[in-house]
């Protein structure tokens, strides 16, 4: 079984134990696309969630703080819970600090499952809840629905009909258009998906239906990969005694790159995390460490980096050893992606890089057949309209009469001598013109939803009003 372990305001803790904040305020973590990644419980009343745009909440909530997501400091948090789970089970994934897919064997897993969730809760000093499923989508959807402190457990064969009243919208991969045409056909939950019969799911979706059917059943086919603890290769060489010539310090760096690197290319992987420890003759030791922008396997590459981390280091007595870790180990080693490069990282021009892409796809073709390798694009729905505006919009930019609240904010407009009440203000923000003279006027757009159009911009410069587009 898989247990999926969420922790939703790990962050939050980390924060409020740096002093950023007081009991009370409501406050939000955003991501660097300035979508919100987690909110405080304080924000819940005022309608707003994980996933919004921060400037759409601070409408909602005016006293939302917001603090950048720190994943660094979050995942040095969540490491001791990590290691916990790795107590108890050898396949542990952490997919984010807050979430981590764990498998369990053996009659008693939830149980472990049970006793996992309080002792990390009690290490973390945060809430934790979890889900027990065969998959990993219905371990994560039944975590969604655990409360503080629990475990929801669903039980094999059952899992379509778990599924049944979930939202199409928590499905992965689910992107705004696939959402929006799965709304327009009328399918809100997985029950309306598993309800469609696989010919007209094909009709509809082409090469996503075999997908989504599968997610809607329960069926992901995802395993649980071991990514914790991290793998490392270690090297150490211990001098018979303490020397201070440098020439046979590098000798000893190069044997440790070179065990390494047999190692690593054996078995047809890479590193990307290399890091130098360095004992003293009184005992105490200096230690640097380095990420490389590209995997590395060669001893070349490998003792080019240990002598960087060599020279860092202030040494001002005799050496009596030295130790080479190489982590962040995979099978990646970044050489397809150098072809994909389009922003110049030193392969070449635009064109080369194509034509190399090119050649790389000829040569994998001739060797494993013509359907070895797939464009991505032949498993998304294409778009209908793939221009620079807004897909299905059209510009008004007509005035109108808006009825606002006491904070300014659009409560009701008429168009059309009808009055069309405002559901939600999805997002605002302000924009400035400059005229030839450099007079400047500036002007706010509210970006809101009615029962009669889903999305309409309305524009307010000083006291007048005007509807600038309307997307269908």
């Keep these: 079984m898989i247990a999926c372990f969420a922790i939703p305001h790990l962050g939050l803790g980390v924060e409020r134990a740096r002093g950023e904040d007081a009991r009370g305020t409501p406050l939000g973590l955003v991501l660097p696309d300035n979508v919100l ?23 909602l909530c005016p006293e939302l703080r917001v603090l950048p997501y720190d994943r660094e400091s979050y995942e040095q948090a969540a490491r001791p ?27 008693t897993f939830r149980e472990r499952a049970e006793y ?30 655990a409360t503080a402190g629990t475990v929801v457990p669903v039980a094999i064969g059952y899992e379509a ?11 992965p991969g689910l992107d705004k258009i696939l959402s929006s045409r799965l709304d327009r056909l009328g399918i809100h939950t997985l029950g309306d998906l598993q309800q469609l019969s696989p010919h007209d799911l094909h009709r509809q979706f082409r090469g996503l239906s075999y997908r989504l059917h599968r997610l809607a059943m329960g069926e992901d086919g995802e395993r649980v990969r071991a990514r914790w603890p991290p793998r490392a290769i270690e090297e150490a060489l211990a001098f018979e005694y303490e020397i201070i010539d440098t020439r046979q310090i590098h000798e000893a ?23 130098l420890s360095v004992s003293l003759a009184d005992g105490n030791g200096l230690d640097q460490q380095e990420k490389q922008a590209l995997p590395i396997s060669s001893a070349e590459l490998i003792h080019r980096v240990a002598l960087r981390l060599f020279n860092r280091m202030a040494i001002i007595q005799p050496v009596s050893g030295v130790r080479l870790v190489a982590s962040e180990i995979d099978a990646a080693s970044g050489r397809q992606l150098a072809l994909l490069d389009l922003n110049g990282s030193g392969v070449g021009l ?74 939600q203000v999805l997002d605002r923000w302000r924009e400035d013109d400059w005229s030839g003279n450099g007079t400047r006027s500036r002007r706010t757009v509210y970006l809101v939803q009615t029962a009669a159009c889903p999305f309409s911009e309305l524009i307010q410069s000083g006291e007048s009003w005007k509807l600038g587009r309307r997307f269908d």
């Excluded at 396949?91 to 064997?105: H, Q």
């Excluded at 309080?118 to 998959?135: E, K, N, P």
């Excluded at 070179?258 to 890091?275: G, H, Q, T, W």
């Design 37 to 59: 990644a987690v909110v405080s419980t304080d924000a819940a009343p005022f309608g707003v969630h994980a996933g919004q745009s921060a400037s759409g909440a601070r409408v």
């Design 81 to 107: 819970v990590w290691d916990l789970f790795a107590t108890e089970s050898s396949v542990v994934e952490p997919v984010s600090p807050e979430i981590c897919y764990v498998e369990l064997s053996g009659r």
């Design 116 to 145: 996992l969730v309080t002792a990390s809760a009690a290490l973390c000093g945060a809430t934790v809840h979890a889900g027990l499923a065969r998959t990993k989508f219905v371990a994560r959807e039944a975590a969604r629905q």
């Design 161 to 171: 009909a778990f599924l049944t009243p979930i939202p199409v919208r928590h499905l």
């Design 253 to 275: 760096l190069r044997r440790c790159a070179d065990s390494i690197s047999v190692r690593l290319v054996n078995a047809r992987e890479y590193a990307r995390f290399l890091s």
């Design 350 to 423: 635009p064109h080369e890089r194509q034509e190399a892409l090119k050649g790389t796809l000829h040569y994998l073709g001739n060797r494993y057949g013509s359907q070895s390798v797939q464009l991505a694009k032949a498993y998304h729905q294409p778009r209908k309209i793939s221009l620079w505006t807004d897909t299905l919009g059209r510009v008004i930019d007509k005035p109108l009469d808006v009825v606002t609240d006491k904070g300014g904010t659009p409560m009701a407009f008429y168009w059309n001598g009808h009055k069309q009440q405002v559901e």
